[in-house]
């Protein structure tokens, strides 16, 4: 079961980070991001993508069980990430006004249950 939970976040990552570096523009939409310049699109393919793509293969890294310390590094840094994702959600909610579900707050499910989960399987 932990192996699996690993192994469903490093292909979500995984997925995100590979759309993001083909599809900058398309990857930002939801999100209602202007993606129309080459600084743009870099900054999308670098923390969505790059940093995604990263993400997936310290997960498998994790997965192949290489060792306890390193799994239990991996998989308690990358669940403390998402959830600080999920709380950088909840600042702009109480700052700014308040926005329909999708994708704000499917994200922010997302994110508070992957991290919280990652952290009970760490």
């Known amino acids: 079961m932990d192996t699996t ?21 398309a990857l930002a939409a ?14 999308v393919r670098a923390v969505y993508g790059g940093f995604g793509v990263a993400i997936s293969a310290v ?6 069980d290489l060792g306890d310390d390193l ?5 308690t840094t990358v669940g403390v990430a998402l959830l600080g994702m999920a709380a950088g959600r909840l600042v702009s909610r109480l700052v700014d006004t308040s926005v ?6 499917f994200y922010f499910g997302v994110e508070a249950i992957a991290g919280g989960v990652l952290l009970l399987v760490a």
């Open 59 to 64: 997960l498998g890294a994790a997965a192949l």
């Open 100 to 105: 329909r579900f999708y994708p704000i707050w």
């Open 5 to 25: 939970v690993i192994v469903v976040a490093a292909v979500f990552f995984l997925g995100m980070g590979l759309y993001a570096l083909a599809a900058p523009a």
């Open 71 to 75: 799994r239990a590094g991996i998989v």
């Open 30 to 43: 939801p999100f209602h991001l202007s993606v129309q310049t080459p600084e743009s699109r870099s900054e």
